[in-house]
């Protein structure tokens, strides 16, 4: 679909006309959910399949649903999906995702998003989600055990987060995060970047995208998280629970190296610093340099250490030097809000 900007009213159309695969009188739609698994997937046969079995090993006590988007992937992805949906009707509810509706380009034919992880939120019925893309996988049997249970006996809580572990598929190391306790998010909200979307639990309002501009940041699991930080209060559970893959072909870190990809999301993190600037949550300049910095840095050394490609490297460089140089007023005027 080719659209200039991305409206909620969009979304909300394409959802309201999709159906959902094996109908609406499976079991699982019979029943009323504590906790919605949510994951997406596009051209991720390789591990989707490991991804949906560590969500069946949960050990609970109450009822809980696995929704899946599928996004029109163009290997065996889909028919991987139909398969579990098929073996676990008391458990998944999948939505067959058409590209042509899900996938948005701009008016030169590029792409810019998919809405899948829009629409399948909008599919989660339960009032608390838990997150959990189609590459990465959990690894603890009672992760939305110990998460609900937290959630349960205090409505206050707005989200739960844990420890994971981040696995290379280029080279097969594993790194154990660096993730703690941060007591004050408000002062240094720099701190969230080391929370992994894999080991949240969130309230169904920090799902909510009720504005337009939400719609068209490619930056979705921090806008979670800030909502999060406003809506309620944060709790941590220190254990690990979940492993992130990175390079994987379909994931967001096998295309860190694209300049336009960096650039949009330098982009969209300025305008969501802009938003809440004046709202008292953290320092736009000390955000932006402690998160941004890395960011871009870590793109220089992948280009330079396995693309060998230096003119490519100095374009990754240029947004370093322009983060310096605009203020989040210059970037508001050309990035209509």
């Known amino acids: 679909m080719i659209l200039d900007k991305i409206t909620k009213e969009y979304v909300d159309k394409v959802f309201l006309d999709e159906e959902e695969y094996l109908g609406k009188n499976k ?11 949510w994951v997406i997937t596009y051209n991720q046969e390789k591990y989707i399949s490991e991804c949906l079995d560590s969500i069946l090993m949960q050990e609970v006590d109450f009822d809980y649903e696995i929704v899946i988007g599928e996004d029109g992937s163009s290997d065996n992805t889909r028919e991987i999906c139909k ?4 073996k676990y009707p008391e458990k998944i509810r999948l939505f067959l995702r058409d590209r042509e509706k899900s996938a948005i380009y701009d008016r030169n034919g590029k792409f810019k998003r998919s809405i899948n992880s829009f629409l399948t939120f909008k599919a989660c019925r339960a009032d608390y989600v838990a997150l959990c893309e189609g590459d990465d996988y959990w690894t603890c049997k009672d992760k939305l055990k110990l998460q609900y249970n937290i ?32 007591k ?11 929370i992994h979307t894999s080991t949240l639990l969130v309230s169904r309002s920090c799902i909510y ?5 939400m719609y068209n940041l490619n930056i979705t699991d921090l806008t979670i998280k800030i909502k999060a930080i406003i809506l309620g209060d944060i709790r941590y559970v220190k254990k690990r629970v979940s492993v992130y893959n990175i390079f994987n072909e379909g994931s967001w870190s096998s295309t860190l190296v694209d300049k336009r990809i960096l650039l949009k999301s330098y982009k969209s993190w300025l305008i969501l610093l802009n938003y809440l600037k004046g709202r008292g949550y953290f320092s736009t300049v000390q955000y932006v340099k402690n998160r941004e910095l890395r ?39 050309y990035w209509k809000l």
């Not at 793109?299 to 374009?315: C, D, G, M, P």
Request: hydrophobic share 35%; proline share 2%.
């Open 151 to 182: 959630v349960k006996d205090d409505s206050n809580v707005s989200m739960v987060y844990m420890d994971h572990t981040i696995r290379n598929r280029r080279t097969g190391k594993m790194k154990v995060s660096s993730t703690k306790q941060f």
């Open 209 to 213: 995208f009720n504005e337009n501009w």
């Open 27 to 37: 079991k699982v739609n019979q029943t009323v959910p504590k906790v919605s698994v």
């Open 184 to 194: 004050c998010f408000k002062n240094n909200i720099s701190k969230i970047d080391k």
């Open 295 to 333: 960011r871009y840095r870590s793109s220089i050394r992948i280009v330079l250490i396995e693309k060998k490609n230096i003119f490519l490297a100095v374009l990754c460089l240029l947004p370093v030097f322009l983060m310096r140089q605009y203020s989040i007023y210059t970037h508001k005027r």
């Open 83 to 86: 398969k579990y949906a098929d």
